[in-house]
């Protein structure tokens, strides 16, 4: 047996957008990138180009989540290639004006790297949003970044699920990176969640300037929580909600919950076992934006990824 | 001298009102009254009528503050006297009708207690809002609610101010009193926010419930939190926001601000400090629905309120 390292040789990343106000509301990434809109001098990296760009400026404007529809799960195939006739849905059009400026999406003019920068009311800490398995060379910069940022956690949420992955912003891009910092209400500026997402996104610049210099990234293994199951609050037969989630799980993002763990407590104070067989981690836990999903949290399970050793290809043609 | 004490003999307190969804994100209020609406058994006491009422319905299915204008500003005399015109702004229409429904205010025939369930982002814990330091009745109520709670804190806010009170929809009633816990994200419903807020409201019905059967209440004295000064957040010339409160003033609603601590943290990394002369108590630090009111935070004073002693009047003419 070799013991020689397979080495991926992955194209240069030159091409890096940063998106803010995806959600009009969540305050963090909107305020750090209108302030690189205005001075971009904490982006700039050599052999980089960086774009901060706010993705959709109409709900910005209103502080709300979007106008029409949730522009984070607009582009599909069917959105992407509609034609634009009047009276299209705000957002469908402007997932349109993005693929158009960032992608087209899964072509190879599509930008190399979108951070998509989010908030959440959940109290899910710093957390990097991946949404492939197999892709190395972000599974090398969460790597890069979760070592950078220690001793402070930061976790990788995997949402690669048939059913439950949806068609994101960032997808446009070859290698789509969601920041998910949190607990901050919508609405909200708090310093401690601006200063860690700005810290996040810092470590994974610096990835990006290193990768591009020709730095080899040994191969490495990635702790990841993959999304399993959507959780919805209790309700009456009008679909009106009957129970909160439970004191003991609110805020206990990413701890483990077992079978006869407290869950929900109805308005008349009883309380909701979780029966599921197996320890998931809960994620998202009482999130503003996802009653209207109804999603009161999504379960997650523990899984170990590992990535190849990844260089910069030597481009033969130039 | 004498020491004899003076009583003073007030009306009975026959009809109350509980207002939920003044603002129509602010789901702890809602979710009670929609409860209550349902099956009111909880909110009954002896010699009362007890009124649940879901103040700006629009607001609510929308999940928003308010659809056109802040209703819970709406309830001036130029409001309330507009004639119906048709394209009046939904809360004007609709703060005329809460008062007359409720009202008409200042009148004899106006509801003798409106409770308005309020929640903030900021960290205020459970508070109760006042708008007079000389109604003797609900200083008494508040006295009452706040042995109750102990050891748990129940602070009082006192808007009695020439430029800071504002027209409440609560102001309808002869005693109105806001309930005002957090911390809670708009469109979010937290368990224990939810169960303070029905804890207070049980205490308050059960003080109207022995001030009815004839109960005398001594004379007592309470400490509020006077409101005494706006502070806005530091703007460039073009009013957009420059800094964010600062991580040792964030969370801290209620604990002494003093003169050189730190007040703002510029996104340039700089620290503002308070330069007020006297120590002073924030609250409502960080509320996001004060970013468009140019609102960082109020401050306080404390100081020591006394009532006098309370008990229904017998009514001679019955």
């Given amino acids: 047996m070799s013991s020689r390292t397979i080495i991926s040789c992955l194209q240069e990343a030159k091409r890096v957008a940063i998106f803010g106000g995806t959600h009009g509301n969540e305050m963090s990434g909107i305020t750090l990138v209108n302030m690189w809109i205005q001075n971009s001098v904490e982006i700039e990296r050599d052999g980089l180009v960086s774009k901060p760009f706010i993705s959709n400026p109409r709900a910005v404007e209103k502080c709300t989540r979007y106008i029409d529809t949730d522009l984070n799960r607009a582009f599909t195939p069917e959105n992407l290639s509609a034609p634009d006739v009047e009276g299209l849905p705000y957002e469908i059009q402007r997932a349109k004006e993005i693929n158009r400026m960032f992608g087209p999406k899964g072509s190879s003019d599509a930008y190399d790297v979108i951070f998509d920068l989010h908030n959440t009311t959940s109290n899910m800490g710093s957390t990097l949003i991946l949404e492939s398995s197999t892709d190395f060379f972000n599974l090398q910069m969460v790597h890069y970044i979760k070592k950078a940022m220690a001793p402070h956690t930061c976790s990788v949420l995997l949402n690669e699920h048939p059913q439950l992955k949806y068609s994101t912003t960032r997808s446009v891009a070859k290698h789509p990176i969601g920041l998910e910092v949190g607990p901050q209400p919508q609405g909200v500026l708090r310093s401690n969640v601006f200063e860690s997402m700005r810290t996040i ?118």
Same sequence: chains 1, 2.
């Fill in 201 to 318: 996104l810092k470590h994974a610049l610096d990835f990006l300037e290193l990768f591009n210099s020709g730095v080899e990234f040994p191969p490495c293994t990635v702790d990841v929580f993959r999304i399993q199951e959507r959780m919805d609050y209790p309700r009456d037969t009008n679909g009106n909600i009957t129970a909160m989630v439970h004191p003991h799980l609110q805020d206990c993002d990413w701890e483990p919950l077992n079978r006869g763990d407290p869950m929900f407590l109805t308005f008349d104070g009883r309380t909701i076992l979780y029966e599921g067989a197996n320890t998931v981690y809960p994620t998202f836990i009482n999130e503003a934006a996802y009653y209207e999903k109804q999603q009161a949290f999504v379960t997650t399970c523990r899984e170990i990824l590992a990535a190849n050793a990844i260089r910069k290809a030597s481009n033969v043609f130039s």
